[in-house]
């Protein structure tokens, strides 16, 4: 079991690294003003979405999956921290689907947010992390 939860949080740091990086990208791309450098960004959310970002969730579920079915639950089905952690992967879900809407906006040229959107934008899965480490950590519940 060892071997799931080591993949599970080496996926799970693939992930954050996209859902840290892939925001930054929007914001320069929201910065650039010629079409070299659009398109350029276009590529690079692209390749960071698809090639890192949705691998590594997808990973990362699996793998919590495998340990929540194989001993987690039965273990901590009475614990709250599970369910707050669980709730909050389930935002992490919906935040990166909201990315790749505002990817798929941006590769149309539709982007409708300036770079300091994408600043704060940012800073959200950061808060996520923090509550999720202490959750898994300290157990608070």
Do not use: Q
Not at 8 to 37: C, K, N, Q
Request: glycine content about 4%; charged content about 15%.
């Amino acid at each position: 079991m060892e071997w799931i939860e080591a993949l599970h949080i080496i996926f799970m740091v693939t992930w954050f690294a996209g859902l840290f990086y892939l925001p930054r990208l929007f914001v320069y791309h929201a910065m650039a003003t010629d079409e070299l450098s659009k398109e350029r960004f276009k590529v690079m959310e692209r390749k960071l979405f698809f090639g890192i970002m949705t691998p590594g969730m997808i990973l990362t579920l699996a793998f919590g999956i495998w340990l929540l079915v194989s001993y987690a639950w039965m273990a901590f089905k009475d614990s709250g921290w599970l369910y707050a952690k669980l709730a909050l992967v389930a935002v992490l879900v919906l935040y990166h689907i909201y990315c790749g809407k505002l990817m798929f906006d941006f590769k149309h040229d539709r982007n409708r947010h300036g770079h300091v959107f994408y600043r704060w934008f940012n800073e959200f899965p950061v808060l996520i992390l923090f509550a999720v480490i202490i959750l898994v950590v300290v157990k608070p519940f």
